[in-house]
């Protein structure tokens, strides 16, 4: 049995509510935790493609990500857990691992079951929440996240759900 019904969460992946590219936090983190979802990535079947500007490059090291000018472009990495789904990391602090992804690709209970088991080994191999935000939206409340202490999906904005 799935850790959330899409009948209970839908409206949390509306992009007419939530925006279309909800925010998704890994926070407290540090550069070691970086360079874990790295190798996660880079150890998975998911697709993925790592580029500076225009520029593909080969997967870094975290340390290095994180010790370029503070005036160089942010890198970005792109990850596909599945063909039809994309998870953008964007480098801008040590301190969180963030993502985004695009609703639109996350409709139903087989993409919301990807979804999870996509957060779930982020949180699993941090050892640490996974929290999605609506887009833009106040980062001291989440929606919905990945509790890596009880290894579930948790609702956290139960107000939103119709």
């Known amino acids: 049995m799935p850790d959330l019904l899409w009948d209970d969460v839908k409206s949390l992946f ?3 509510l939530m925006g ?5 936090f890994v ?3 540090s550069v070691k935790d970086w360079q874990a979802v790295l190798d996660l990535v880079g150890a998975s079947d998911w697709e993925y ?19 370029r000018p503070a005036d160089a472009e ?8 599945t063909a039809e789904v994309l998870a953008i990391f964007r480098f801008y602090s040590v301190e969180e ?3 985004d992804v695009d609703l639109r690709e996350l409709q139903g209970q087989e993409r919301l079951d990807m979804f999870r088991r996509f957060l779930r080994e982020i949180g699993q191999r941090l050892g640490k929440r996974v929290l999605m935000y609506s887009e833009g939206g106040d980062h001291r409340c ?5 509790d890596a202490g009880t290894d579930q999906m948790v609702l956290l904005a139960k107000q939103l759900v119709t």
Do not use: I
């Open 14 to 16: 509306d992009p007419e």
């Open 20 to 24: 279309s590219l909800p925010d998704v």
């Open 27 to 29: 926070p407290g983190t």
């Open 49 to 67: 493609q790592y580029s500076e500007g225009e520029t593909l490059l080969p997967m870094p090291r975290a340390e290095a990500v994180f010790s």
């Open 74 to 81: 942010c890198p970005e990495l792109r990850v596909w857990p």
């Open 97 to 99: 691992v963030d993502f």
């Open 142 to 146: 989440p929606v919905l996240g990945f």
